[in-house]
Nanobody, 114 residues
Framework: QVRVVESGGGLVQAGGSLRLSCAAS??????AGWYRQAPGKQRELVAA???????NYADSVKGRFTISRDNAKNMVYLQMNSLKPEDTAVYYC??????????WGQGTQVTVSS
């Protein structure tokens, strides 16, 4: 069983930075992604990273967010800079194992005040 735990969320002023961490235990993951869901909106992909560290970003966060991974620790990170109020959401980590099964964390709240 794979367990996914996010951390690092919090309250920050607009223009500030936060770093989210995702710990995945139980299996090595092939692909990992950060998603977010704001109140009344659908969950959306923010950033994703493959096993060879290829990355993909939503247009709304390009140039501000950076996804990275530490394979030795089975960790995924999301560095978020120049945060905006519209980045406020619950952020979820998703990992896909080599078997193609994906797992979600419980989410971490990010609130950006104006």
């Amino acid at each position: 069983q794979v367990r996914v735990v996010e951390s690092g969320g919090g309250l920050v002023q607009a223009g500030g930075s936060l770093r989210l961490s995702c710990a995945a235990s139980g299996s090595i993951f092939r692909i990992a992604g950060w998603y977010r869901q704001a109140p009344g909106k659908q969950r959306e992909l923010v950033a994703a990273i493959t096993s060879d560290s290829s990355t993909n970003y939503a247009d709304s966060v390009k140039g501000r967010f950076t996804i990275s991974r530490d394979n030795a620790k089975n960790m995924v990170y999301l560095q978020m800079n120049s945060l905006k109020p519209e980045d406020t959401a619950v952020y979820y980590c998703n990992v896909v194992t080599g078997w193609g099964v994906d797992y979600w964390g419980q989410g971490t709240q990010v609130t950006v005040s104006s």
